[in-house]
Each structure stands twice: as structure tokens, then as C-alpha cells.
């Protein structure tokens, strides 16, 4: 079974631009969660979709959306990139079937995006 | 707010010793605490969680414990390897919120054959 897909890899963007990310989740999971991660402030949690529907929402600014298509795919956009955009951002998928916290979530390898 | 703190920030351990590596949480909501761990370039992978009705939970050489009391919970690792060396997290979420998982800082842990 293949896993947690996220594309690009790797993304170089300048100031004030914006930046679309994707991911792929684990065939059958309908529950994906992108999260922000930097050497200074670790891994925050962005937000959550499940059936194409916003579930869970982190304290990042309106800059930060995203969306779930019916095949369960995710994409995240960044408008108006800032320096401290910098960072990994990682995708992570589960059943999403309800069972609350038990359920594992499964990370991609990651966006590496840098902002100049 | 929602918060888990982690300690140390980094470890390191000689091939055959006992890592440990600490958790405390604030809120007493949560009710799933999972541990993950990370390589370089690569995304975190589930290694063991706990819920609180158990005080243990035992997978291999790595071991959690759990004091709800406390609010604290840590990772074990018995006889490490260098193959541990990475970076791990333990975390926490809330049951009407599972697909949130709240981080700590993580842990660098290095182990020295």
C-alpha cells in the first residue's frame, strides 16, 4: 500500500508570492492534517479536512487555507508568502471513520519551502 | 492553552543504555498521547501511544508510562541502538479532535556505539 504522498518535495518562492502544496493520502483514508514544522517553533498543527470539510483549524493567520477534494486529495495554499513561511510542511493522513483520537496518522515526507 | 512540554532537548546514550525521554501536558481533555519518531528527511512515524486508563504500555524496547495524576508521561527505550538515533515527539489530542495533534518541542537523541 503505498503511503502518504506530498508534492512538491522541495519549493523556493520569493516574498509576497504565493504557493499551492499537494498531498495524496493512504488509499481509504478520508481524513488528512497538514502541519508546519521549524526548528523554532517545532510541529504546529494547521488544519484538518474530512469529506472535503474544514474539521479542526490551528491559530495560523487567514494566509493559510486549504481544501480536500472527493478522491480525499489535499492541497494547502500560502498567500502573501512571508520569510517565516520557511519551513516543512507535512501532510498526514488517517481513516477519519470517527474514532476520534485512536486513530494513527500516517506523515508524508514533507514540502521543504523557502522563502527569500 | 493547549501545550506539551518536553524534556530533554537532546540525549545522548551509549549503545545498550536506557533512554528516557519526558512529557507534560496541561490539558486534562486530552486523552490520546502518542510518541513519533522522526528521521532526517523524512516525515514522523508512529512508534507508541497510550491512553490514560493505562499507567503502562509496552511494544518491543520501547516502553510508555503514564501518570494522569501528574499530567506527565515518558518514552522509554531499553538497550538502544545507534538505528534509534533520530528525533521523537510525543504529542497529544483531544477525543472530538483527533485529527489535532498538539507536539512537543521533540528530542534529538543520539545513541553512541
Known amino acids: 500500500k503505498a503511503g502518504v504522498t506530498q508534492t512538491p518535495r522541495y519549493l523556493i518562492k520569493t516574498r509576497g508570492q504565493q504557493v499551492t502544496l499537494s498531498c495524496s493520502p493512504i488509499s481509504g483514508h478520508r481524513s488528512v492534517s497538514w502541519y508546519q514544522q521549524t526548528p523554532g517553533q517545532g510541529l504546529q498543527f494547521l488544519f484538518e479536512y474530512f469529506s472535503e470539510t474544514q474539521r479542526n483549524k490551528g491559530n495560523f493567520p487567514g494566509r493559510f487555507s486549504g481544501r480536500q477534494f472527493s478522491n480525499s486529495r489535499s492541497e494547502m495554499n500560502v498567500s502573501t508568502l512571508e520569510l517565516g513561511d520557511s519551513a516543512l510542511y507535512l501532510c498526514a493522513s488517517s481513516l477519519g471513520g470517527g474514532q476520534g483520537p485512536l486513530e494513527t496518522q500516517y506523515f508524508g515526507p514533507g514540502t521543504r519551502l523557502l522563502v527569500l | 492553552q493547549q501545550q506539551v512540554k518536553q524534556s530533554p532537548q537532546s540525549l545522548i546514550v551509549q549503545k545498550g543504555g536506557i533512554s528516557i525521554i519526558n512529557c507534560a501536558y496541561e490539558?486534562?481533555?486530552?486523552?490520546?498521547f502518542p510518541w513519533y519518531q522522526q528521521f532526517p528527511g523524512k516525515g514522523p512515524a508512529l512508534l507508541i501511544a497510550?491512553?490514560?486508563?493505562?499507567s503502562e504500555k509496552k511494544e518491543g524496547r520501547f516502553t510508555i508510562s503514564f501518570n494522569k495524576s501528574a499530567k506527565q508521561f515518558s518514552l522509554h527505550i531499553m538497550d538502544s541502538q545507534p538505528g534509534d538515533s533520530a528525533t521523537y515527539f510525543c504529542?497529544?489530542?483531544?477525543?472530538?479532535?483527533?485529527?489535532?495533534?498538539?507536539f512537543g518541542q521533540g528530542t534529538e537523541l543520539s545513541v553512541k556505539p
Open positions: 497510550i491512553r490514560p486508563d493505562v
Open positions: 504529542a497529544a489530542s483531544k477525543r472530538n479532535q483527533g485529527g489535532k495533534l498538539i
Open positions: 490539558n486534562t481533555a486530552f486523552d490520546y
